[in-house]
């Protein structure tokens, strides 16, 4: 199964700045990326995710992720976060099989 | 709005107690899955079932035992849990359970271990 590395463990920033939160995985092939977003004191959301074609893929709430295969990265950005961004994002990998391995998670808090 | 559901979502036991988990899903999905979620680590894949038939264990201790009665239901039976055994469980299912299918997630069970 893949090994998948979110770079920062708690990103603290103000309203209307951007946010890039960095996702690696392990090895390539074919492979399905996903991002997850949980909002405090809710499940698991899906965001986007990637199965194959255009690399820049636009998600829910405003977010967009780039797979960029030389590099195993798919990185989540939002050009202006708000508050209710506050949350913690998983970034997901599934190769060839059924398993979908996560990343530790990334904390972000959003200051008003 | 969520299309899988858990229950109880927070739960205390002891050591020595019997409790199950359940989760109900309501999208159609043939495979069904449970995830461990401890604080700052990956979540951790416990079990697949696919079509009512477990395809993964993912060497879980013995003391957690699940049980497919349906594609729509999905049980976790817990016994003579250990403290470190705390941690949300999360329920996930979807269409089927190949590469491109997406995973659906339920709200958790907040489980404590005394």
């Known amino acids: 199964a893949q090994s998948v590395s979110q770079h920062n463990h708690h990103v603290i920033l103000s309203e209307a700045a951007s946010l890039e939160l960095g996702c690696n995985y392990s090895?390539?092939?074919?492979?399905?990326l996903f991002w997850y977003v949980q909002y405090p004191g809710q499940h698991l959301q899906l965001l986007l995710k990637?199965?194959?074609?255009?690399?820049l893929v636009k998600g829910i709430k405003g977010f967009e992720a780039e797979f960029i295969k030389s590099k195993f990265s798919f990185n989540l950005r939002k050009p202006s976060v708000q508050w209710s961004d506050t949350a913690e994002y998983f970034c997901?990998?599934?190769?060839?099989?059924?398993?979908?391995?996560f990343g530790a998670g990334t904390t972000v808090t959003v200051r008003a | 709005e969520t299309g899988v559901t858990q229950t109880p979502r927070h739960l205390v036991m002891g050591m020595t107690n019997k409790k199950s988990l359940k989760c109900e899903q309501h999208?159609?999905?043939?495979?069904m899955y449970w995830y461990k979620q401890s604080a700052k680590k990956p979540l951790e894949l416990m079990f697949v079932?696919?079509?009512?038939?477990?395809?993964e264990n993912n060497s879980v201790p013995s003391r957690f035992s699940p049980e497919c009665p349906n594609s729509s239901h999905l049980f976790l039976h817990l016994h003579t849990l250990q403290p470190e055994d705390s941690a949300l469980y999360l329920c996930?299912?979807?269409?089927?359970?190949?590469?491109?299918?997406?995973?659906?997630f339920g709200p958790g069970t907040r489980l404590t271990v005394l």
């Open positions: 997901a990998v599934k190769d060839n099989d059924y398993k979908l391995s």
């Open positions: 079932y696919s079509l009512e038939e477990r395809v």
């Open positions: 090895y390539g092939g074919t492979v399905n």
């Open positions: 996930a299912s979807s269409q089927d359970s190949g590469r491109t299918d997406t995973q659906y």
């Open positions: 990637y199965f194959s074609g255009d690399p």
């Open positions: 999208l159609g999905h043939n495979a």
